[in-house]
Structures are given as C-alpha cells and as structure tokens.
C-alpha cells in the first residue's frame, strides 16, 4: 500500500500522510471492486486544506501503480454548519467515492452544505468549497528556528554577589516556562544555573508570546551558538560538538547543554543539538539574510496559531522562534501594508475556511493566509498606498496605547484588539483591507 500514499505537505516530510487519507485509500483497496462505491466521514479539513491536496485528485501513486476513484460520483457533504459540531472528534465532511479502472475524477468544487440544530429543521444548500489562489507573498515567507528544548538555551540574566563577573559576560539562569515539555520540565539543570556568558552569544528572540497586533513586545533572550560581532560574519551552525568561533565560556556551557541533549532526547531522534537548531536550515535562512550587505529591509513577522497577529521587528539582530513566521519587505511602506493586512479582521474572517479545524474551531494559521488574493505591494496603487497608511497609523497609535497599558503581558494582546475595533486607526485598516481584498 505504500506505493499509493499521497504526501502531506504540511507537515514537509515526504511519505506521510494524514490517518483519514490512509484509512480511506486502504478501505477502498480492500473493499471496493471495480465501479464499487462509498462514502466516508472524513475531517472537515479533506475539502480544502493542504495535507490533502494530492488526496483530492483522485488519483494516488505511480502510474504504474496506481489506485482511482471518482470523486465527483456524488456531491460532498460540509457538515460544519451543524450545531453543534460534536458528533464527529473534528468538524466534518462526508466524500462520496466510487472506484474507477484508470480515470481519476478529482473532488468537485461544488459542495452539499448542511445546517440546523438538534430538533429544528435541517436545510442543505450547494455552495462552493473554499479555494484560494496563490498570493506572490508565500514564497517569501520562511518559518522561524526550532529554539528547542527552550529550557536549554533561554536564559534569565541573575546576580550573585559572591561571583565576579568579567567585563562583557552576563550572569544566567535557564529560563524556565509553561512551553517546557517533558522531559525537559522535570530537569533541574542545576549544571547550567548561575552560568557565566560572553554578551556576545546572547541574542534577543521573538516568539509569539512577544507579538502583539502591529508591535512586538520585549523579546526574550537565548544563548546561541552564532559568532559575535554587530553582523553575522559566517555561518557556525556545523555539525561540530566544540563551534571554534564559540568564546571561552559559550563554548564551556554548549558542551554542558549538549551532553543534556544526548542524555535526555528521545531513542529515535538521531539529531544533534545543532541540528535541532537548524532544522530545514530555518536558523541559517536568518543568519543569511543578517548578513545581507545591501540597505537593511524589514521584517514582519506573525504567529503560526491562533487569530492571525502581525508585528514589524525592527532590531535586525533579533531571531525569529518557530512558532513564528517571517517575511522580509523592501521598505517600510510594504511593512506597514502586510501589517494592516495580517491583523485585519477582513482577513481573519477569510481565511477560517482555509485553517484546520479541531474540536475548538479554526487552530493554526501557518501559510494559509497566501491562499488569499493578497498582490504584491505597488507604492504607485492608490489602494495599496491607503492600507500602507492605514496600517503605519495603527503602528504608531499602537504604540503609544501600549505605553500606557499596565495589564500584564498576557492580557496585552486582547486588550489592543478591544481598541483597535473602537479606534479610528483600527476602523480605517478594515476599511482599506476590505477595498482590497473583500
């Protein structure tokens, strides 16, 4: 059966695939004779999200090799109006099969939506399934560093008065939070406490704890093993257990934080510490672009989950985590453009369809924003150049609303998002977001 897998391009490993997928392909292998018809529950997420983008072709394999199926035998049912939602463990969708010889129908646009409540009517109506285009802003954006175990490498700058601190080093302790999983958050890592670090090996971190709508809070900071100096001179993420380009006591502390590395992960991961940091290159991809000689350009980054939220990082030394997505723009003016695009609820409300859902609704955004119609920013379209200015007000407002807010960092986000819906500055970006793309 392995040889008609379809591959599940979320996840970036090819071979895999999603349960339901497999489940579906494998009882029609066994079950189904030629011109032999089902149907199936399935997640909600096989109309539209990408992880079954090959499933909905109706073909899976080789063409040597090969399993087809009409899957415009019928029309699919969209079962999500239903209310409430709670008879399947996901919002959910019934597809309708019959196998074919050799023709493959792939899954038709066109879907059989149901709704109603327990004891009232329930109504069908045909609609068409979300599907987007391809903004030209999916290419460019890239995932930030896997930054794990985080208990590992952020820190908490301490003092101790019976310990001297030489001239460009810090004081640290393992930053410990909610994040940690086991079994890294039953580690005392009493060898890593009060440890001293070269300035030069701290760097500030952003993740999406530190992003709020249009701003970023305070990063955290992490030791990592990047050379010193104000850019990124050469790469140092090697395979090597000692990076030479590491200062005395970085170097001291990457031994101690490899060893807790090799002692704890899991049998099955066959990674080093240095390359759990650089993952698919996604911490090389940043060191790279630091290290850029022409005019500096600017990041915005957004969180990977949750309702969609856009910061502008100004510090071009700052790493980006990967519970973060990043992009660069050629100017400011751009910046300000997918910042008032990102945090608008037009947007919001346009890409639900497009996120997997679970039992508590829409979970992750990811990249299926640039499935939107977002074009490219044109300084010289009055329509871009209005959410530009749009979204630049709502920065600078932002800020000085934050600098009077005494809420704790927790609160911080829900708290802008309340005024943004109140202010002029957030009316005027849903107003020109919806010019553009509502």
């Known amino acids: 059966m392995t040889q008609i897998l379809p ?15 497999l489940f579906f392909l494998r009882s029609m292998d066994l079950y189904l004779s030629e011109r032999g018809a089902c149907s199936m529950v399935l997640p909600h997420s096989a109309l539209n999200q990408g992880q079954y ?14 399993l087809t199926a009409d899957l415009a035998w019928r029309t ?12 399947f463990p996901v919002p959910a969708c019934v597809v309708h099969a019959q196998r074919t010889p050799n ?3 792939g899954l038709p646009h066109q879907v059989e939506r149901w709704a109603g409540t327990p004891g009232g009517e329930t109504t069908r109506s045909t609609t068409r399934r979300p599907s987007g285009g391809e903004s030209p802003y999916g290419p460019r954006v890239l995932k930030g560093a896997d930054i794990y175990p985080r208990c590992l490498f952020f820190v908490e700058e301490t003092t101790a008065d019976t310990t001297f601190t030489a001239a460009g080093t810090r004081l640290f302790n393992p930053r410990r939070g909610s994040q940690d999983k086991k079994p890294w958050k039953n580690l005392s890592l009493v060898e890593l406490a009060d440890s001293t670090v070269e300035t030069a090996h701290v760097f500030d971190v952003h993740l999406g704890q530190t992003v709020v709508p249009f701003i970023t809070l305070p990063p955290l900071q992490a030791v990592l093993p990047i050379s010193p100096g104000t850019r990124i001179e050469q790469d140092v993420i090697t395979h090597d257990v000692e990076p030479e380009s590491l200062r005395q006591r970085t170097r001291t502390r990457w031994q101690t934080m490899n060893n807790l590395w090799n002692q704890n992960k899991r049998t099955s991961n066959k990674k080093t510490l240095l390359e759990q940091l650089d993952y698919l290159n996604k911490l090389s ?8 000689d022409k005019e500096r350009p600017f990041r915005v980054v957004y969180s990977s989950s949750g309702r969609p939220t856009a910061a502008l990082v100004e510090n071009h030394k700052a790493v980006i985590d990967h519970t973060l997505y990043w992009v660069s723009c050629d100017t400011q003016a751009e910046a300000h453009y997918l910042l008032a695009v990102i945090n608008s609820d037009v947007l919001r409300d346009k890409v639900k369809p497009f996120m997997p859902k679970g039992q508590f609704g829409a979970r992750h955004v990811h990249k299926h924003l640039w499935k939107l119609p977002i074009p490219t920013y044109d300084a010289t379209d009055p329509t871009h150049a209005a959410v530009s200015q749009a979204g630049k007000n709502a920065t600078q407002a932002t800020q000085q609303t934050l600098a009077g807010t005494t809420e704790a960092k927790g609160s911080v986000r829900s708290q802008l998002r309340f005024w943004l819906e109140e202010s002029p500055e957030g009316r005027a970006v849903e107003e020109t977001v919806a010019h553009l793309i509502g």
């Open 7 to 21: 591959t599940n391009r979320a996840s970036e490993k090819p071979g895999t695939v999603h349960i339901a997928g």
């Open 53 to 66: 983008e090959k499933w909905r072709t109706g073909r899976w394999g080789a063409a040597t090799v090969a």
């Open 103 to 105: 023709d493959a129908t």
């Open 285 to 292: 991809a940043q060191l790279a672009w630091q290290r850029d």
């Open 76 to 87: 699919p049912w969209d079962l999500e109006p239903l209310k409430p939602n709670d008879f």
